[in-house]
């Protein structure tokens, strides 16, 4: 699976953006999705999972009430959106399709940058 993100970009303190990651080049459908960023000098972190059909979505503590992670299989695209934005929020946001099909999202949490499939990343930046 190939991944495309996009949606990106400066946004002040409390705003809002919907990220969006187009897949092409495999059965959208049958993989669950996450969400991961990456902040300068620190390590990647999940930020939000969802299921292969969209019944199960999961959080990190730090977004859980701001972000919802949702999809359209039929587009072939999984979106974040992003409101009440901080300044902690700044960073690459990047999203990863599972390495295997059906997978559960609850264990998106765990992946690693050499599993399943990845994104390049869209920059998020937010100024107060």
């Known amino acids: 699976v190939q991944l495309q993100a996009s949606g990106g970009g400066l946004v002040q303190t409390g705003g809002s953006l919907r990220l969006a990651c187009a897949a092409s080049?495999?059965?959208?459908?049958?993989?669950?999705m996450g969400w991961f960023r990456q902040a300068p000098g620190k390590e990647r972190e999940f930020v939000a999972g969802?299921?292969?059909?969209?019944?199960?979505?999961y959080y990190s503590d730090s977004v859980k009430g701001r972000f919802t992670i949702y999809r359209d299989n039929p587009k072939n695209t999984v979106y974040l959106q992003v409101n009440s934005l901080k300044s902690e929020d700044t960073a690459v946001y990047y999203c990863?399709?599972?390495?295997?099909?059906?997978?559960?999202?609850?264990?998106?949490?765990?992946?690693?940058?050499?599993?399943?499939?990845w994104g390049q990343g869209t920059q998020v930046t937010v100024s107060s």
């Open positions: 990863a399709a599972a390495g295997t099909q059906f997978t559960n999202a609850r264990f998106m949490r765990f992946m690693t940058p050499e599993a399943g499939s």
């Open positions: 080049g495999g059965t959208f459908s049958r993989y669950a």
């Open positions: 969802i299921n292969w059909d969209g019944g199960s979505t």
